[in-house]
């Protein structure tokens, strides 16, 4: 089954404590990105990531890391989080091979007090 | 950038009702999704469209892509169909981020 797998679902954590979200698909997708959903804002994409070693910013990238070290895994590292990053959390991937659908995990409830 | 917008924004049904949703945008597109935001927040695919119709049990989209829209329509609509539904297109080059419409929130009541 297609998958994109995030974790944790759930997490509630302390200012300035470093955390990573994990992201992992197992469609050998080339093209992996992270969004954050926020009332009123929408879904605003965070990083995103073409192939291996290659990440770039999106529209919301300040205060965050991403690393892809291999095809399928694209974590989201929050260095010192603050409470503004407390939001909903989605990873996503697709084939960069023509227009094919893109599928989203089932993203991460994070709230930072 | 391309610009999505849904409507209705809000939609209440009673249970066995049919629906429509639709999603304008700015210009045109070959990549347009619809998803499904259930009460727990998972984004589920509904529809990959690009053009034409699909449909998928109680659910069919079109999209008339010369005329830059896309249709969600929903049959004897149930209670689990509540939820947030997005529209989405996707920019070309760089980033190819997805661009969503702001949703049509659908309240199905027993």
């Known amino acids: 089954e297609a998958q994109v797998t995030q974790n944790p679902r759930y997490l509630i954590t302390v200012t300035g404590k470093k955390l990573t979200v994990t992201c992992s698909q197992n469609?050998?997708?080339?093209?992996m990105s992270w969004y954050r959903q926020d009332p009123g804002l929408g879904l605003r994409q965070i990083y995103y990531?073409?192939?291996?070693?290659?990440?770039d910013k999106g529209d919301v990238p300040e205060g965050y890391k991403v690393s892809r070290k291999e095809k399928r895994n694209f974590p989201l590292i929050l260095e010192s989080p603050s409470p503004n990053q407390t939001s909903l959390y989605f990873c996503a991937s697709r084939s960069t091979g023509g227009f094919g659908t893109i599928y989203f995990g089932e993203g991460s409830w994070l709230t930072v007090v | 950038g391309i610009q999505v917008e849904q409507s209705p924004p809000d939609l209440i049904l009673q249970e066995g009702a049919n629906s429509t949703l639709r999603c304008n945008f700015s210009?045109?597109?070959?990549?347009l999704q619809w998803f499904h935001q259930n009460p727990w927040g998972q984004l589920i695919n509904l529809f990959y469209?690009?053009?034409g119709t699909k449909q998928n049990g109680r659910l069919s989209a079109t999209t008339v892509a010369t005329e830059r829209y896309s249709l969600l329509y929903i049959s004897s609509s149930q209670t689990t169909d509540s939820g947030v539904y997005f529209c989405a297109s996707r920019t070309q080059g760089g980033s190819e981020k997805l661009v969503f419409g702001k949703g049509t929130k659908l309240t199905v009541n027993p």
């Open positions: 469609m050998n997708h080339e093209y």
């Open positions: 210009d045109s597109v070959n990549n």
């Open positions: 990531s073409m192939n291996v070693e290659v990440t």
């Open positions: 469209i690009p053009s």
